[in-house]
């Protein structure tokens, strides 16, 4: 892996309460996926916020500014 393309340190965790049967439900289809529950959140965050990303920049771009 370049320089260029390093991947970031991982030094956070996010803990969520989900229903048991749903964990479970998602665990038992990564690993049929050949994937890790794990990689699969970090890509939907990252999915998400690049989604989202546009709406916040352009809300803080419109937003008067404070004195």
Known sequence: MSKKHKA?????QLIIRINTEERE????LCE?????AAREIRH????FIKEHDTETESD????????
């Open 44 to 47: 939907f965050i990252r999915g």
């Open 32 to 36: 049929h996926l050949d994937t890790s």
């Open 8 to 12: 970031k340190k991982k030094d956070s």
């Open 25 to 28: 439900q998602f665990i038992n």
């Open 60 to 67: 803080e771009n419109t937003a008067p500014e404070s004195e």
